[in-house]
């Protein structure tokens, strides 16, 4: 069979290169290593030459490669050549397909979100349209990823759906023709008022440094802009080289922001800010949230270690760590996590480390100090620590079940559908309150609290039926669970707004019409109309 054969020519190749590296390794490992590889080739041998049922050789070996990458820690990662469509996601922020994000809600394929013209937005698929049938073939049973994978595909040619779009009573086709989706790393830029610029960036892919910067000084050409709002809140990261040019675009040339450390000298590296800036002195403020990781870290981090500008919002999470991307045949690559990187002011952010590729936090009494450019102390482990914390809106069983089941969603495919005169201008000043409990209340919506959980085990532990106590007990979750529902309702109100203005597909507007009432950038602007406290804050004299 010509995959053991090739399995073998693998093994020579692998313990040649081994072998021109021994210096750096000592004997007993080399041979511990030579030792499993001929063991892991002879067992995939003997499984696809035995086994009492056909083995797709490609499927059992990524499987296998998937199983040793998962033992490591959740960042690296392998790549078969099918899946060269989410590397060029990860690295250009583009892909070939039809510009949909997709979810599986209530075991039915739909969709969630549309990219503004693309193929799919411009053949009528809209947001809430369930998907049956991909070319005529069902999606009952699928996976997201499953579809995803036959929906992306080479530009120019055509993709037949079968869809249901809410409120609909048949489903009708839509065809739609495949072409390149880029990604826009910054979806929205405009002025909160008349002196403050606001950039949202999504993601470090290719030029997010450059599209700041252009974008920056295209709002600096045509507004008044005395103050910059950086938002980086949900940004998970991406390039290391994107976030040195992000910082650039605020900070002098020649500056070192980053120096990485692996276990080969080859990855200890320094990265220093390469170009002139826009503009190191404009008062700057850069929003984080426990969901800004990696790359906006650094940016976060190091705009903190130099007083560069005041960080608000919450912790950051806490990723220290670099991968690089190594090409292992075939249109394959595998992305590896290769060093931890630090920042100015020497610190490490990590807040985890991996056992097994189990996710273990690193005990915060270990934290050193450190100090920024002017003397502020800071400290490693844990992320980056906003300068002010902004408190988010409590989350509770009741919240967490609501975005679990979805129904903020539903209820939205629902409102839009029943009220067609709404616009985006009008949705953030509603109040949903009484039109979602009521939609609650006819979808059967239900859920359990982790009280109700532990009074019904409780319950059927000590046999309480009918007692007063366990009537007590009762009574004490229907109160939490009310208090719970009345707490939730900003919440709510924010999210149900938030999901209608995507019914919109004006992705700007989306974020344009959620400025006003955003916590994190009313602090921002409040700041800047007191620049000594923003200056206090940064430990200028």
């Known amino acids: 069979m010509k995959y053991i054969k090739y399995s073998y020519i693998i093994l020579l190749v692998l313990l040649n290169t081994f072998t021109i590296n021994s210096n750096a390794q000592n004997t007993e490992r080399l041979f511990d290593i030579a030792k499993n590889i001929e063991i892991y080739t002879n067992v995939y041998k003997e499984l696809n030459k035995n086994f009492v049922d056909d083995i797709d050789p490609s499927i059992l070996m990524k499987t296998g490669i998937e199983a040793m990458t998962k033992s490591l820690d959740p960042y690296t990662v392998y790549y078969s050549e099918s899946e060269a469509e989410s590397y060029k996601i990860a690295i250009e922020g583009k892909y070939s397909g039809i510009g949909t994000v997709m979810k599986n809600i209530d075991s039915v394929i739909t969709v969630v979100d549309l990219y503004k013209d693309s193929p799919a937005f411009n053949a009528g698929l809209r947001i809430g349209d369930q998907i049956l049938a991909v070319n005529g073939k069902s999606t009952e049973g699928k996976s997201t990823s499953d579809i995803t994978n036959v929906v992306r595909g080479a530009p120019g040619t055509e993709i037949e759906f079968e869809i249901l779009s809410y409120g609909d009573k048949s489903p009708k086709t839509v065809k739609v023709i495949r072409d390149e989706i880029n990604i826009p790393n910054v979806p929205f830029k405009g002025m909160v008022n008349d002196t403050v610029a606001y950039i949202k960036l999504t993601t470090f892919t290719d030029k997010a440094g450059a599209n700041i910067k252009s974008d920056l000084k295209k709002l600096m050409d045509s507004f008044d802009v005395k103050y910059v709002i950086l938002d ?16 650039n675009v605020f900070v002098d040339k020649d500056q070192e922001l980053v120096f990485t450390k692996g276990k080969l000298e080859s990855q200890n590296k320094s990265y220093k800010t390469m170009s002139n800036p826009l503009d190191a002195t404009i008062p700057l403020v850069v929003l984080i949230n426990g969901r800004s990781a990696s790359a906006s870290e650094i940016v976060s981090g190091s705009i903190q270690d130099l007083d560069r500008g005041v960080l608000i919002g919450q912790k950051s999470f806490g990723k220290g760590l670099v991968q690089n991307f190594f090409d292992v045949g075939y249109n394959s690559r595998l992305k590896t996590t290769i060093s931890k990187y630090y920042i100015p002011s020497g610190r490490c952010i990590q807040s985890k480390t991996y056992d097994n590729g189990k996710a273990v936090e690193i ?67 509603i109040d949903y309150t009484h039109d979602f409990s009521d939609y609650l209340k006819k979808n059967k919506f239900k859920y359990v609290t982790d009280a109700e959980e532990k009074v019904n085990d ?84």
Do not use: C, W
């Not at 980086?232 to 910082?247: K, M, P, T």
């Not at 919440?491 to 400025?515: A, H, M, P, T, W």
């Open 363 to 429: 005990d915060k009494s270990t934290q050193s100090e450190f100090s920024t450019k002017n003397g502020r102390k800071v400290y490693d482990v844990g992320g980056v620590e906003p300068d002010i914390v902004i408190k988010e809106l409590d989350r509770n069983d009741f919240i967490n079940n609501i975005d679990r089941q979805n129904e903020v969603f539903k209820f939205a495919n629902e409102y839009f559908k029943n009220h067609p005169d709404l616009s985006p201008d009008k949705v953030l000043g």
């Open 458 to 541: 409780l319950s059927k532990t000590l046999d309480m039926k009918n007692s007063s106590t366990l009537g007590q007990l009762e009574d004490m979750v229907d109160k939490q669970k009310s208090e719970m529902e009345t707490n939730s309702k900003e919440y709510l109100n924010q999210s149900i707004g938030n999901e209608l203005i995507l019914r919109f597909y004006l992705e700007d507007n989306g974020v344009k019409y959620q400025l006003h009432d955003d916590p994190d950038i009313k602090e921002a602007v409040k700041l800047f109309s007191n620049i000594k406290e923003y200056n206090k804050i940064l430990n200028k004299n």
């Open 232 to 247: 980086l809140r949900d940004n998970g990261g991406g390039l290391l080289r994107e976030a040195i040019n992000v910082v």
